[in-house]
């Protein structure tokens, strides 16, 4: 049969993953060693007794029913964590869950977005963040984050024009993929700027417990005026290591959250009770493992960025996330072919920052995802492999 299909796919491309991952497995089949630093899943484990949660979660047969609705207790246990961690107040009606925050952007502009509605959306800035509005039929306008501001939005260059136009702002720090923290005072500007032009804000938060050299991981929420004027995702995959779990929270406003309800009420039946459980678990249980994990991921920071910087790569060191943000070596000026470059000459897989939209070019983002012995023999990879000239 001949399909037609929606003019919507165009905005979709695969194309330098396809390639990645069509010369990872040209180079696995010559024997090569790889370094596969492009994907940000954890390769740390969930902490014992979420694990153990989940499994005797597991054994209950009236735990496979339709959920429906969140749980008390883990509604609950979100409350605590965000009293405990952050020092914000959450009422119930104030918080619920999602199947991942990718999911969850995915979804959010359905309540909000009528076709030709403006969303502010980051350049560079990690894709769903765009894509979400966009399948919304939004009218995206892109602000910039330039290295020279510290890669934060100049809130005072967005237009007044466009401003009092926009509904809609997606913010997310620590940045994915720039590795920027924001400090308090952008909070404070942000929050004014939302409420003198009427936006919504929407911020991810994915990253406050992966968050380097002292630095303390913060809530958007807790700044005066937050619950205001926007929401918070709060992700249980990279603090916990509960990726394939799914699951992550919509806190704040309350009025956002009870419509964002109504929109997932026909199309979700509630997360799988044990994976609620096991949420709670980590939720509730000590932060020792996700402070540990920190640790391992600073130390994973300081052996790449230092071992890189040594052989003549200038890559600055990663304030937050689970990843580094990297200009090109001297001599190069487009991220897409040196990626490949590099992967065909080192065995080192790295994402061009031109997959992070147009801003994005010039720069490279790399995964911590391998322990420091590793890292060491990338980086010793790529000084073998005379690309660093």
Known sequence: MDFTFSDKLNYFSVGI???????????????????????????????????EAVANACKDPDNYKYALEDMPELLDAVITRYKKRYGVSLERDEVMSIYGSQEGMAHICLPLINPGDIVLVPNPGYPIFSVGPFLCDADLKEYPLLEENDFLPDLTKIPEELADKAKVMVVSYPANPVCKTAPDRFYEELIAFAKKHNILIIHDNAYSDIIYDGRVGKSFLAFEGAKEVGIEFYSLSKSFNYTGARVSFV????????????????????????????????LTGPDDDVTAQCSEYEKRRDTLCQGLRDIGWNVPDSEGTMFTWAPLPKGYTNSEEFVIELMEKSGVIVVPGSSFGSLGEGYVRMALVLPPEELKQAVQAIAKSGIIK
């Not at 991952?21 to 954890?42: C, D, F, H, M, W």
């Open 17 to 51: 993953f396809s390639q990645l991952l069509e010369k990872q497995k040209e180079l696995a089949k010559t024997g090569r060693k790889i370094y596969n630093l492009s994907v940000g899943t954890p390769d740390f484990k969930p902490s014992a007794h979420v694990m």
């Open 251 to 282: 806190t704040g406003n309350k009025d956002v959250i009870t419509n964002f309800k109504k929109v997932r009420s026909q199309i979700d039946y509630g997360l799988f009770k044990p994976v609620q459980i096991g949420a709670i678990a980590a």
